[in-house]
């Protein structure tokens, strides 16, 4: 089965972003009034598996492994069958 | 005393770290990422630059390539490992230092000299200082603010080598720069010290931390 994948990678709550708090200035800026400004990285790919379970659980090794820092991230996983 | 300089593509602080090394009295060799071997060296330092040009994260990419399990093994070894800017951030995503380095609160790469409170000298590199002592070093990083959830276990276990002195100029915890493992012998540090190791540079502050690798 071939599917696709998307991981969302988000800094953990109460962690300083950098990059939104810039975004949000530069909006300041140019007069748009926002607030709780985040930035999520993307990252998507397709692989083949047995299962969605299978394919899950590797998607969650590779966060572990190279995705992600669990000293700062948050992610969330999502897969669907490739049409 | 033979020391590796672990050399990865995008690495930009081998050469400035050998000839820092030269003139501490050891005798550095550079390594290329896929070399898995390092038994025939006493020490390895890891350079700054941008390995990998930083995709994913400073250092991300560089902690899984093969050498990592020859710098594991040195570490098993207890021999002395140091890591240097990128050095440091790639030290961090192995998880073989304490917490992260991460993008600076300002959002800018900082180039600067800074004053660095010598934290503790149980470390190989930091053996040659007085504790307290204060040096002058450049930074150079964009990901350089250094966070960990544990860090009263880090000052209990005296783990904290380097902090910023009087200005925190990247948001670090606890202006913290520079961070070593439970034994002391891997140690994690953002600021430059081969770019202090002459007085045409500007200070020969950073030298001791080569000269202790010799010492040790």
Same mark, same amino acid.
Request: a negative charge; aromatic letters at 8%.
């Given at each position: 089965?071939?599917?696709?994948?998307?991981?969302?990678?988000?800094?953990?709550?109460?962690?300083?972003?950098?990059?939104?708090?810039?975004?949000?200035?530069?909006?300041?800026?140019?007069?748009?009034?926002?607030?709780?400004?985040?930035?999520?990285?993307?990252?998507?790919?397709?692989?083949?598996?047995?299962?969605?379970?299978?394919?899950?659980?590797?998607?969650?090794?590779?966060?572990?492994?190279?995705?992600?820092?669990?000293?700062?991230?948050?992610?969330?996983?999502?897969?669907?069958?490739?049409? | 005393?033979?020391?590796?300089?672990?050399?990865?593509?995008?690495?930009?602080?081998?050469?400035?770290?050998?000839?820092?090394?030269?003139?501490?009295?050891?005798?550095?060799?550079?390594?290329?990422?896929?070399?898995?071997?390092?038994?025939?060296?006493?020490?390895?330092?890891?350079?700054?630059?941008?390995?990998?040009?930083?995709?994913?994260?400073?250092?991300?990419?560089?902690?899984?390539?093969?050498?990592?399990?020859?710098?594991?093994?040195?570490?098993?070894?207890?021999?002395?490992?140091?890591?240097?800017?990128?050095?440091?951030?790639?030290?961090? $995503?192995? @998880? %073989? !230092?304490?917490? *992260?380095?991460?993008?600076?609160?300002? /959002?800018?790469?900082?180039?600067?000299?800074? &004053?660095?409170?010598?934290?503790?000298?149980?470390?190989?590199?930091?053996?040659?200082?007085?504790?307290?002592?204060?040096?002058?070093?450049?930074?150079?990083?964009?990901?350089?603010?250094?966070?960990?959830?544990?860090?009263?276990?880090?000052?209990?276990?005296?783990?904290?080598?380097?902090?910023?002195?009087?200005?925190?100029?990247?948001?670090?915890?606890?202006?913290?720069?520079?961070?070593?493992? $439970?034994? @002391? %012998? !891997?140690?994690? *540090?953002?600021?430059?010290?081969?770019? /202090?190791?002459?007085?045409?540079?500007?200070? &020969?502050?950073?030298?001791?931390?080569?000269?202790?690798?010799?010492?040790?």
């Amino acid at each position: 089965m071939k599917y696709n994948a998307e991981v969302k990678i988000s800094l953990k709550k109460g962690m300083l972003n950098p990059e939104a708090a810039t975004i949000e200035r530069a909006l300041a800026l140019l007069k748009y009034n926002v607030k709780n400004t985040d930035t999520i990285q993307i990252i998507k790919f397709s692989l083949e598996g047995e299962n969605a379970e299978v394919v899950r659980r590797e998607i969650d090794e590779m966060c572990q492994r190279l995705l992600c820092n669990p000293v700062i991230h948050n992610y969330e996983i999502g897969i669907s069958l490739e049409d | 005393m033979d020391v590796a300089i672990i050399r990865f593509p995008g690495s930009n602080c081998d050469r400035d770290v050998h000839h820092a090394l030269e003139i501490a009295g050891a005798n550095p060799d550079y390594v290329w990422w896929n070399q898995r071997d390092l038994s025939s060296f006493d020490a390895v330092v890891i350079p700054g630059g941008f390995s990998y040009g930083d995709y994913l994260r400073a250092g991300a990419i560089a902690a899984i390539t093969p050498v990592i399990e020859g710098i594991k093994e040195t570490v098993k070894e207890k021999k002395p490992v140091l890591g240097i800017c990128n050095g440091a951030q790639i030290l961090a $995503e192995i @998880g %073989l !230092v304490p917490g *992260v380095f991460t993008n600076n609160s300002n /959002a800018k790469f900082i180039c600067k000299w800074t &004053d660095l409170r010598v934290k503790t000298t149980r470390t190989p590199f930091t053996s040659m200082y007085d504790k307290n002592e204060i040096i002058k070093m450049p930074i150079a990083h964009a990901e350089g603010r250094y966070y960990d959830d544990e860090i009263e276990k880090l000052q209990d276990q005296d783990q904290i080598v380097l902090a910023f002195a009087d200005e925190n100029p990247n948001g670090s915890l606890e202006a913290v720069t520079g961070v070593c493992d $439970e034994e @002391g %012998l !891997v140690c994690a *540090v953002m600021p430059h010290p081969e770019r /202090a190791s002459e007085n045409i540079l500007g200070s &020969d502050d950073g030298l001791k931390f080569f000269k202790g690798i010799v010492n040790y």
